[in-house]
């Protein structure tokens, strides 16, 4: 089964995007999380991906996410399916991601959508921090009690995200509204789209995909 996760920032789509791995022993391929590594390596790439990412908040092109792509699925095995959380994220993508599966024998099956509302966005975003030793996500106020709290698994320091800015998440949610809603309402004409309350407990988002899938 090969899967893609949409949705708003702090929707919990990589919440739901690791439950979905358990359930159904799929490899998640984070393309945010791809980028993000790409753009600390000190190369053009890596620069040209950071300054997109973390000063303009913007999407990078097209061409980079296929190839971000190519080499995550060239990693995993025929025997698992795949869940592909953030892409395609604008029409030009559909294709691109499509034609990256097929090069990996693959077709994609299904399509999650995880919807909050955008004020529902900006306050988890608010709260989101991690871990910059160990990655961890750490919720403020449930995790930790303020932003310099040291992480509780291995207390390393805490930090938020660059793009995680009330102006990083404003401009993305626009992007989201403008150039991925697009995408999501293509697969819905498809039949394609499956569609969840991201408002829910994150058990109660994981039934409502796992009984539409
Ligand atoms: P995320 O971790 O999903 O919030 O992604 C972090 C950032 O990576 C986004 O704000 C974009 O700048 C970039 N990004 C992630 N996925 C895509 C995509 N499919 N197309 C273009 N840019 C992307």
Do not use: W
């Not at 999501?184 to 109660?204: A, F, H, T």
């Amino acid at each position: 089964m090969n899967l893609v996760i949409l949705g708003p920032q702090g929707c919990g789509k990589g919440t739901q995007a690791k439950l979905l791995v358990e359930k159904y022993n799929l490899r998640h391929v984070d393309v945010g999380a791809a980028l993000r590594n790409v753009s600390k390596s000190d190369t053009p790439l890596g620069q040209k991906v950071n300054e997109i990412i973390n000063v303009k908040k913007e999407l990078v092109p097209d061409a980079v996410i296929t190839e971000v792509l190519e080499s995550e699925l060239a990693n995993v095995s025929e025997a698992s399916g795949v869940i592909i959380d953030g892409a395609p994220r604008r029409a030009g993508q559909i294709d691109e991601i499509e034609g990256a599966l097929k090069k990996f024998g693959r077709k994609l099956d299904k399509v999650i959508f995880v919807n909050i509302p955008e004020k529902e966005s900006v306050i988890r975003i608010s709260k989101r921090y991690n871990c910059s030793q160990c990655g961890r996500q750490l919720i403020l106020g449930k995790d930790v009690n303020n932003p310099y709290d040291p992480c509780h698994d291995c207390g390393g320091p805490t930090e938020q995200r660059p793009d995680d800015t009330p102006e990083g998440v404003r401009k993305r949610l626009q992007i989201f509204r403008e150039e991925t809603m697009p995408v999501l309402e293509y697969y819905r004409s498809k039949k394609m789209l499956i569609e969840v309350d991201g408002l829910q407990k994150p058990e109660q988002v994981l039934a409502g995909i796992v009984a539409q899938l």
